[in-house]
């Protein structure tokens, strides 16, 4: 399973007959180091790509389309790693202005603690060893951080060598998958507790099964001796009437004992527990 995001591009057709491309980006989300889904994320590069064809025929028209994308575009000389150009959705999506990204490098618009990992992507990146560099820390003007999907080309501008980067906002994306894993991880830990206490409620009703078992099986036997020693007093002719009358009150209370007793060895009062429960 590949752990980074992967992209691919297709042609739709919308009702009116008008084809369009769309960029498919797919970034596998993971818990606890194993994968659970693929989150996918659609995006109309049909301007994109219309601004690429434009910038190699001529620089009029891709002016043009670069300022009216919906990305991001940040040119940087490959180089010099300098900013050359942008347009005004990289701005407003960093909080620059056209004129202040122009005097910046690569190297001003990531948090300096992710520095490193963004120069090492922008040099894959120009060197084709990818063409996507997904979640990419950047720093807008305010101190705030924002990531990034970006999509790179290199192409010739005036003479230099460059590295156009298109700019796709993904912090909700990313916010989004952060969010599922810690989802995922408290239902885990809610999981491992209810199993846990399930553990104990059976053990609890073994015990208390146990319980009655053992407590019955002790009083049935006096129980039983009471009843014959009752019966017996029952024919005896040396008794009064009053006498066998008593007699007679401890055998019915005996026999409801006894009755007790061998629901209790049938599990029937944990049976009507349960179904209360219900």
């Given at each position: 399973?590949?752990?980074g995001?992967?992209k691919?591009?297709?042609?739709?057709?919308?009702?009116?007959?008008?084809?369009?491309r769309?960029?498919?980006?797919s970034?596998?989300?993971?818990?606890n180091?194993?994968?659970?889904?693929?989150?996918?994320?659609?995006?109309?590069?049909?301007?994109r790509?219309?601004?690429e064809?434009?910038?190699?025929?001529?620089k009029?028209?891709?002016?043009t389309?670069f300022?009216?994308?919906?990305?991001?575009?940040?040119?940087?000389?490959?180089?010099?790693?300098?900013?050359?150009?942008?347009?005004?959705?990289?701005?407003?999506?960093?909080?620059?202005s056209?004129?202040?990204l122009?005097?910046?490098?690569?190297?001003?618009?990531?948090?300096?603690?992710?520095?490193?990992?963004?120069?090492?992507?922008?040099?894959?990146?120009?060197?084709?060893e990818?063409t996507?560099?997904?979640?990419i820390?950047?720093l807008?003007k305010?101190?705030?951080?924002?990531?990034?999907?970006?999509?790179?080309?290199?192409?010739?501008?005036?003479?230099?060598?460059c590295?156009?980067?298109?700019f796709?906002?993904a912090?909700?994306?990313?916010?989004?998958?952060?969010?599922?894993?810690?989802?995922?991880?408290?239902?885990?830990?809610?999981?491992?507790?209810?199993?846990?206490?399930?553990?104990?409620?059976?053990e609890?009703?073994?015990?208390?099964?146990?319980?009655?078992?053992?407590?019955?099986?002790?009083?049935?036997?006096?129980?039983?001796i009471?009843?014959g020693?009752s019966?017996?007093l029952?024919?005896?002719?040396?008794?009064?009437?009053?006498?066998?009358e008593r007699?007679?009150?401890?055998?019915?209370?005996?026999?409801?004992i006894?009755?007790?007793v061998?629901d209790?060895?049938?599990?029937?009062?944990?049976k009507?527990?349960?179904?209360?429960?219900?």
């Amino acid at each position: 399973m590949r752990k980074g995001a992967t992209k691919l591009e297709a042609i739709f057709q919308r009702k009116n007959g008008e084809r369009f491309r769309v960029e498919i980006t797919s970034t596998p989300v993971r818990s606890n180091d194993e994968f659970r889904y693929y989150l996918s994320n659609w995006v109309d590069i049909t301007e994109r790509k219309r601004a690429e064809e434009a910038l190699k025929e001529s620089k009029e028209r891709y002016e043009t389309l670069f300022k009216s994308a919906g990305e991001g575009i940040l040119i940087a000389d490959i180089e010099t790693k300098k900013v050359e150009y942008a347009n005004p959705a990289i701005c407003k999506m960093l909080g620059y202005s056209v004129e202040e990204l122009k005097r910046m490098g690569v190297s001003d618009i990531h948090p300096k603690d992710e520095l490193k990992h963004a120069i090492s992507e922008f040099e894959a990146l120009t060197r084709g060893e990818k063409t996507l560099s997904s979640d990419i820390p950047c720093l807008r003007k305010d101190g705030t951080i924002i990531y990034a999907d970006i999509d790179s080309t290199k192409a010739l501008i005036d003479g230099r060598e460059c590295n156009l980067g298109f700019f796709r906002d993904a912090t909700e994306r990313k916010r989004a998958v952060e969010e599922s894993k810690h989802l995922t991880l408290s239902l885990r830990e809610h999981v491992k507790e209810l199993e846990e206490s399930q553990k104990k409620i059976a053990e609890a009703y073994r015990l208390r099964e146990h319980f009655l078992k053992e407590t019955s099986h002790r009083i049935i036997t006096p129980v039983a001796i009471i009843g014959g020693n009752s019966e017996l007093l029952l024919e005896s002719s040396n008794l009064d009437e009053d006498q066998k009358e008593r007699i007679r009150i401890i055998r019915e209370k005996n026999e409801e004992i006894q009755k007790l007793v061998k629901d209790a060895l049938a599990g029937k009062y944990l049976k009507e527990e349960e179904e209360g429960d219900e």
